[in-house]
């Protein structure tokens, strides 16, 4: 059986541009080659949908760092392509693409509030966010100053 959960490369962002905007991005002076522009993008979105990901407790991720569910790929690829167009000074990515990077950028929020779950990974870890109190932190409550016991002769 297939992992569930896929790595997203430089190559499948290139690969959900046109011609036109992947000539308009390789054009962009730089030193650096087109994919090793790429990567930096994708690994910062990588971070940020795991990120949702975890913000739900009872969600789970792959140990392995580079994968997001297959099923958030294609929304994925959206975020991408509009953060590597965004890089070129004045490109304006259309009503079509803007509307596609909207719907992504709601998808991932209804994920964090754990209105959509992902399929667990086969090589599935706990969500590690904590549940007690970190060392060194106090947290309290403020006491209790009114209540139907308290309110004496108000």
């Known amino acids: 059986m297939a992992d569930p959960w896929v790595t997203v490369t430089a190559n499948d962002v290139l690969g959900a541009m046109t011609k ?3 000539e308009d991005f390789a054009t962009v002076s730089t030193d650096v080659e087109v994919p090793d522009r790429v990567t930096p993008i994708l690994a910062d979105l990588v971070a940020e949908i795991r990120g949702y990901i975890t913000t739900w407790s009872q969600n789970t991720v792959s140990a392995d760092s580079t994968k997001i569910p297959q099923s958030f790929r294609a929304r994925a ?3 991408a392509r509009a953060r590597v167009l965004a890089t070129i000074p004045g490109y304006d990515q259309g009503e079509d693409r803007r509307k596609a990077t909207e719907a992504a950028e709601s998808f991932f929020k ?3 509030d754990g209105k959509i779950r992902p399929e667990p990974a086969e090589d599935a870890r706990a969500n590690t966010t904590p549940n007690e109190v970190p060392a060194g932190v106090e947290w ?3 006491g209790s100053r009114t209540g139907r016991n308290r309110m004496n002769g108000l």
Do not use: F, G, K, Q
């Open 20 to 22: 036109r905007e992947r």
């Open 140 to 142: 309290s409550a403020p």
């Open 110 to 112: 209804r994920v964090a």
């Open 77 to 79: 690829l959206d975020l």
